[in-house]
Structures are given as C-alpha cells and as structure tokens.
C-alpha cells in the first residue's frame, strides 16, 4: 500500500507498507488512531501521542486555516473509502496534494497562554 509517512522535522516521504494492523503500529509507535481528512483519506497517527511526549510534528487546520489540534509523532496517510472497513493506497493526486499540504515541518511553543506555531527550515 503507498502511503505517504510524515516525520517530526523531516519532509514527508512516500512509501509502500504491508496492509497489515503490525505494520502501522510500528510506524505510529503504538496503537493508532485514525483522523478524516477528507471523505477519501485519513491520517494515522499513534492513539496516546500526546501522553507519551512524542515530539510535536505537524499542525491540523480548518478550512479557514486555523490551527485546532497537533499531531505527535509520526504518522501517515493513507486512502480511506467510505464504502470499506480498509485502508488503500493514496492517488497520485492525493499524496501530490499531502505532499504539499505537510511539505513543511513545524515548531511549536506555548507562549501567553496560546500555541505558536513556526515554520522548520529543514534541507
């Protein structure tokens, strides 16, 4: 299945995994949990991120560009029918359109009560 797995502070990669709960499991470092993007693709990330201090790694956003939650530690996308129980492979247009959307690695900081979030310039 390609998939385009997104690292904390590095640029998101495509690859092929094993259709497999394993597989993804050790991808996520854990177990995982599923977040819609889109009618067609999902993000999975680990279920207990958050509790388990895995690095910050990107910023989810609305339609307006708002900021509502982060994702921690590393997870991937993956195509997600609505008429199936399993995960496929993204289109190209998919993981072109990803590609762009989490190209860039960001920082976060608490700063007055609020969260900052930072573009990373990586190579």
Same mark, same amino acid.
């Given at each position: 299945? $390609?998939? #385009?797995?997104?690292?904390? @502070? !590095?640029?998101? @990669? ?21 977040? !819609? ?5 999902? %993000?999975?990330?680990? @279920? ?11 910023? #989810? $956003? ?23 129980? !399993? ?9 072109? $359109?990803?590609?762009? $959307?989490? !190209?860039?690695?960001? +920082?976060?900081?608490? +700063? ?5 979030? #930072?573009? %990373?310039?990586?190579?």
């Amino acid at each position: 299945m $390609r998939v #385009l797995v997104v690292e904390p @502070e !590095h640029r998101p @990669e495509v690859k092929e995994i094993e259709d497999s709960l394993r597989t993804m499991q050790n991808i996520v470092g854990g177990y995982i949990q599923t977040v !819609h993007l889109d009618d067609s693709v999902v %993000l999975v990330c680990n @279920e207990e991120g958050k509790f388990m201090n895995l690095p910050p790694n990107r910023g #989810l $956003r609305d339609k307006n560009g708002q900021m509502y939650d982060i994702v921690f530690g590393t997870f991937f996308l993956c195509g997600a029918p609505a008429d199936s129980e !399993h995960f496929i492979s993204l289109t190209p247009e998919q993981t072109e $359109r990803y590609q762009e $959307r989490f !190209h860039t690695p960001e +920082m976060f900081w608490g +700063m007055d009560g609020r969260i900052v979030c #930072l573009p %990373l310039e990586v190579d």
